[in-house]
Structure formats: structure tokens, C-alpha cells
């Protein structure tokens, strides 16, 4: 029965994503925050499907925590899932994604209609003062910035480095970070076929201020997150 489920919500998923995004084109010639409202719109209706196709669904904790206007938040990846649940959950979010993304076409017009801020991993010093503009200009309007700190999706269970970007947002910008733990990998596994029921936890933690030296906050961003994930992974 998890095959044939699955199965569904894969072929749903795909179809509506396609219609979804041919009907989004219009929505290229609109003000920016009418395909902001759109796209939240595509990830709670994906995330209904999977609720009543698959039996998974998600929870929120600690979303108190999160301070109001912009913030940046720094969550562990471990699932497609979690590339779709921060629209769902703040409305207005910009990701911080690969370029690459962008030239799928139609697909990635949206992305950057959205204002999401792609990385030139190979880029240099020019390529990352673009970053840090425009994540700083999505600060100032209240929007919160969504990175992946290790770069990948990295199954449960399993230690991969963090990458430098995050501490590099925090101390250009001076601004919170809020660390994100989750267990969605338990559910929707990486490159995975199969969509597990259950609930996924997605956890707010304890927000580090701006001022930190660099390294402490790299340290702390880092302890927090492994910390609370590993608790999810074995069922806190």
C-alpha cells in the first residue's frame, strides 16, 4: 500500500506542479508579491497531498522564537520536504538556492519573481556581494532568509561540515539566527521513492544574537541544530 501511495503522490505532485507553474506565467507581468502569495499557496496544497495521499503530515514547534521582521534561518536538510514546508510555514521567505535551479525553465522565472537569491557556488567575491545585497534588502522589507548551512541534503543520523555562509550572512548583516532542526529525512528520505506516514517535526531553537564572534555563533549554529536533530532522530 506505501508503494501504490507513493506512487500516487508522486504522479499528483508532478502534474499539479506543472499545471501550477503554466498558470503562474501571468503572475511574471504582476507586482512581485502577487507570486509570493501564489507560491504559498502551491506549497500548502502540496503539503495537504501529501497529508491525505502518503498519511504524513507536520508539525511546528517553538515557532515563538522566531523574532518578528526579518531573521535568518538556519535549518538543517535533509528532505525535499523541507525545500517546500518554509513557504507553508512563513508565507514570505526567500531561499537561498543553487543558480541552477534558475534555468528550469518557467519554473525557475518563478523562483526569481519569488526574489529567491540564487548562489554561483564556483563565483567570486563579485557573485557574493550580490548574495549579501540582496539577502540584506530581503531583511530590511521583513522577509525572513532560509539556508541550509551544510549545502545538501544530508540523511539522518549521518555528520557532513557546515559550510561558511551562514556565519558569513550573520556577521555581514548583522542579524538573528534562528536554527532549524528537523526530522523529515525519517519520512521522505533523500533521492527516496517512498513517502512514510507520520508527522515530521519542524523545531524553532534558541535564536543567537547578532555581535557574536563568528566562530562562536559557527559553533553554536552547529551544536544546536546536530543536538536537536539527533534528539528528533530518536523519537524526543
Given at each position: ?16 506542479t ?51 521582521g ?50 554561483d ?11 549579501m ?25 549521518e ?37 512514510r ?12 544574537p ?27
Amino acid at each position: 500500500m506505501i508503494w501504490i501511495r507513493s506512487a500516487l503522490f508522486n504522479a499528483t505532485f508532478f502534474a499539479w506542479t506543472t499545471v501550477a507553474v503554466l498558470v503562474a506565467v501571468p503572475l511574471l507581468a504582476m507586482p512581485q508579491r502577487a507570486m509570493v502569495a501564489y507560491a504559498r499557496t502551491w506549497a500548502r496544497s502540496v503539503l495537504l497531498l501529501l497529508r491525505l495521499i502518503c498519511g504524513l503530515g507536520y508539525r511546528v514547534v517553538g515557532s515563538e522564537r522566531v523574532p518578528e521582521g526579518g531573521a535568518i534561518i538556519a535549518s538543517k536538510h535533509q528532505s525535499a520536504w523541507d525545500t517546500i514546508a518554509f513557504f507553508a510555514v512563513f508565507g514570505r521567505p526567500v531561499y537561498i538556492l543553487k543558480r541552477e535551479l534558475l534555468w528550469v525553465p518557467l519554473f525557475g522565472w518563478c523562483l526569481l519573481k519569488s526574489g529567491m537569491i540564487p548562489v554561483d557556488r564556483k563565483g567570486k567575491a563579485a557573485a557574493m556581494r550580490n548574495v549579501m545585497a540582496r539577502a540584506g534588502e530581503a531583511l530590511a522589507s521583513g522577509r525572513p532568509i532560509v539556508i541550509f548551512p551544510q549545502g545538501t541534503r544530508v540523511p539522518p543520523g549521518e555528520k557532513r561540515p557546515y559550510q561558511p555562509g551562514v556565519v558569513g550572512l550573520y556577521g555581514q548583516l548583522k542579524a538573528t539566527v534562528v536554527p532549524v532542526a528537523l526530522d523529515s529525512g525519517r519520512f521522505w528520505a533523500r533521492r527516496a521513492f517512498i513517502k512514510r506516514p507520520g508527522t515530521i517535526t519542524l523545531e524553532f531553537l534558541e535564536p543567537i544574537p547578532p555581535g557574536l564572534p563568528r566562530a562562536k555563533a559557527q559553533r553554536l549554529i552547529e551544536e544546536r541544530i546536530e543536538a536537536a536533530s539527533d534528539r528528533l532522530l530518536a523519537g524526543g
